[in-house]
């Protein structure tokens, strides 16, 4: 990389409550925390610390430094110690807010950079990397048409982290940040690029599946549940036991709406947690 004062870098905002924001850094050094005396002040995100970290633009590149913070500073979920070099694209996590790092060395090369990750935010959940409940919305109103259209199968599978509020209680907000990106990534890999898995909302995903039956769609979402179940889930050092229940919908002739569709899989979702959690219900 050519010197970072050649260069025009920036941090969006991905997750946190001034979502696509965008902030120019300037060269030297840029602090980041609570503290009025920051250079980037961070009002109303939990944990973090008066003066929690600092981006440096040298003429040898740029690094993120932790400043001794209280929970830490995360560059792409690995714990920063020390000065670590930046590249463009890193995700720098801060408390509960997430930025992506950008630097662009040629005139117009940033705002490009930014009009692209503000056109991914608009189908991206920035925590989990996975799709978000727009695109969930728009794939599923495009494949009931072309299902009920053809008469073709399609199931629907939510899935619900089993009482997740607890996994935040005892090991903290960032270790449930950490479940839900952890799980999302495990199970990403597992999904087809004609299907559709995205982040409901809170700790809710779903998972749509073309040209799949219902009996199908419970046999694929219960070798989910079992990867989770086994899956390592370790944040700072302790073990945090994960599990998942699921409701599996087929799509039937009465499902008018993507709304109609979920609502039944959320019915079939809320049976599996409350017979005890950790399985699957289908028709």
Known sequence: M???RSEEACLVQIYGPSLGKKIALESGEITIGRGESCTIALEGIDNVSR???AILLKPDGAFLNDCGSTNGTYLNNVEVRGETPL??????QVGSAIFKFLLGG??????????????????IDGLTQVHNKRYLLEFLDREMARCHRH????SAVLFDIDHFKKVNDSY?????????????????????????FARHGGEEFCLVLPETSGEKAVSIADKL????????????GKRIPVTLSAGVADLEPAHDSPT??????????????HSGRNRVVGS
């Open 151 to 154: 008469g073709r199968t399609l």
């Open 87 to 92: 590249r463009s694209g890193d995700l720098i």
């Open 2 to 4: 050519k010197g970072a």
């Open 172 to 196: 903290g907000h960032l270790a449930g940040d950490y479940v839900l990106r952890e799980l999302a990534s495990a199970l990403k890999s597992r999904v087809r690029k004609e299907e559709c």
């Open 51 to 53: 003066k929690h970290c």
């Open 260 to 273: 109609a569709f979920l609502q039944t899989a959320d019915v079939r979702l809320s049976e599996a947690k």
């Open 225 to 236: 549940r079992k990867i989770v179940e086994q899956h390592p889930f370790v944040f700072e």
């Open 106 to 123: 040629k005139l117009g090369s940033i705002e490009a950079q930014v009009h692209e990750e503000i056109y991914r935010l608009a189908i």
